[in-house]
């Protein structure tokens, strides 16, 4: 029998110089962005000190505690964790019952799959002045609420502006819980459909002890990045209301564009979108605690 060659240092260590190039890249527009962010976060940053940032006054974590005590932040950091929250937990019953509407065939299928994307493939853009024009005081929905009789509805400001964010949100984002599902659907096999069938289960115990079984993974992932999504969604905000943004839809990515491009105070600004990365981060740190990650090692462990 051939003795085996023993790999040397270089060859152990091949899988590490392949990563390089994504490591570097990954240094470069996260981590120095990252670290420049930390260090203007502690700085009295303004539109004063702006000429000569790298010699502005230094105040250490003076912005983060004005940031709790001296502004909106705690406000905007309620309105947007429920308005992810009920984003997302409107969006998953929808997003999963289209999947399983459409999962057989029927005439017409195609369509209804392609009509069901539009929201979705639609631009953030598109969608906010959309339904801008459509809320406003003489826009088409006051119209043909007053065709019926309902009083006009000032949408765009005052209490109702959140649960127009909210509905708007739910209508361009409820496609992406609909593909994941879809895609968990599709992993069923036909074998499980067909010994559901002939043990006669009826469709609720169908769906829960046989399909639900494949879907929670997805829509587990799907709610994840659907809420990391709803927690950093600026640009919807931005199109509908604009920026300063009333205070009933004052949301975290909205404040931080806010004191930093309307009030000019930059060094806030950057301490206020490090607790928000805190933020986002949390819901992640909290999924990859909770799956259990297959790394690919068996060796030395036990199956």
Aim: include cysteine; aromatic fraction near 12%.
């Amino acid at each position: 029998m051939p003795a085996t060659r023993r790999r040397t240092v270089s060859e152990r260590n091949r899988p590490l110089w392949l990563l390089t190039p994504g490591a570097v890249l990954i240094g470069l527009i996260i981590v120095v962005p990252l670290v420049i962010g930390v260090y203007i976060a502690m700085l009295q940053l303004d539109q004063y000190t702006i000429r000569k940032w790298i010699s502005a006054p230094f105040v250490g974590l003076n912005n983060f505690v004005e940031a709790f005590t001296g502004t909106d932040l705690l406000h905007a950091l309620w309105n947007s964790v429920s308005f992810a929250v009920i984003s997302t937990v409107i969006t998953v019953p929808i997003g999963v019952y289209a999947a399983l509407a459409t999962q057989n065939r029927f005439r017409g299928r195609g369509l209804v799959r392609s009509v069901f994307l539009i929201p979705y493939v639609l631009p953030s853009f598109v969608v906010g002045t959309f339904w801008h024009t459509m809320l406003q005081p003489d826009g088409i929905v006051n119209k043909i609420l007053g065709e019926v009789g309902i009083p006009a509805v000032h949408w765009l400001y005052g209490p109702a502006s959140y649960w127009v964010l909210i509905a708007v949100e739910v209508w361009a984002a409820w496609p992406f819980i609909y593909l994941m599902a879809l895609a968990g659907l599709q992993s069923v096999d036909a074998e499980v459909h067909e010994a559901a069938a002939l043990d006669g289960a009826p469709w609720w115990t169908k769906l829960r002890y046989v399909i639900f079984p494949y879907l929670k993974a997805p829509v587990a992932l799907a709610c994840l990045i659907a809420t990391l999504h709803h927690l950093n969604n600026f640009s919807l905000a931005f199109l509908l209301f604009g920026v300063p943004a009333p205070t009933d839809v004052q949301i975290l990515p909205t404040l931080v564009y806010s004191m930093s491009f309307t009030s000019l105070r930059f060094g806030m600004g950057a301490a206020m979108a490090l607790l928000s990365l805190a933020l986002i981060a949390l819901p992640l740190f909290i999924y990859l605690r909770a799956v259990r990650l297959d790394t690919g090692n068996d060796s030395g462990g036990k199956r």
